[in-house]
């Protein structure tokens, strides 16, 4: 994930308890001017929105999108023990956020290098997970890792690789990773490497 507040260089005071998840919905005050939102149906829309009486600005709010892969190596899949919340302390197929200006396939190996410091090939796209509850898409590749060298970032208590038959199901961080590996082994058994897709409700 890329919530990495307390590892950055930033020397700004944070109150005591950070709300991670899920992330806020609505907003209060216009990121434009500063005044204050009104939550209303704008004129030729169907839904409701924060809107700014000041200087007309619309806050639309639309899912998030969080990439990552399947790493493999040996027939064994990388995992990553978070170190961060939510979750810490499970284990997590490296993924985080999608960054601004950056394709799907650029964030999951960006996100498999920060996690896990792993050189991966990327694969092809393997499950499409919808998580409307917390309005959310996460998208994971199929990986080749290249190297058993890893370098775990400071998102990461460990990083290391699970045999198929030893993957830790009852500590893992996300249903959307239960999902993946779960297909992951379907697709192994068949060998019929399609793309997944659910929605987890
Ligand atoms: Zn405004």
Redesign the pocket.
């Known amino acids: 994930m890329t919530d990495s507040i307390a590892s950055d260089k930033t020397t700004m005071t944070l109150p005591g308890t950070l709300h991670y998840f899920p992330a806020p919905t609505t907003q209060a005050f ?1 990121s ?4 204050p939102l009104s939550r209303l149906v704008p004129p030729e829309d169907n839904r409701e929105r924060d809107v ?1 009486n ?4 619309v806050h639309y709010r639309n899912p998030l999108i969080v990439v990552g892969t399947v790493p493999i190596w040996n027939d064994q899949v990388l995992l990553c023990r978070r170190a961060i919340e939510p979750r810490y302390g499970k284990w997590t197929l490296p993924a985080g956020f999608m960054e601004l200006a950056e394709t799907t396939a650029q964030g999951a190996l960006r996100e498999t290098d920060e996690e896990a410091g792993a050189d991966v090939t990327l694969g092809s796209l393997f499950t499409v997970l919808d998580v409307p509850r917390v309005n959310q898409v996460h998208m994971y590749f199929l990986a080749t890792v290249n190297s058993e060298r890893l370098d775990p970032g400071p998102e990461s208590l460990e990083a290391r690789f699970f045999n198929l038959d030893e993957i830790p199901w009852e500590e893992l961080s996300f249903r959307t990773v239960f999902h993946t590996l779960q297909a992951y082994l379907q697709s192994r058994a068949s060998g019929r490497f399609a793309t997944h897709y659910h929605s987890i409700e």
């Open positions: 216009c434009q001017c500063g005044n700014c000041h200087c007309g600005a």
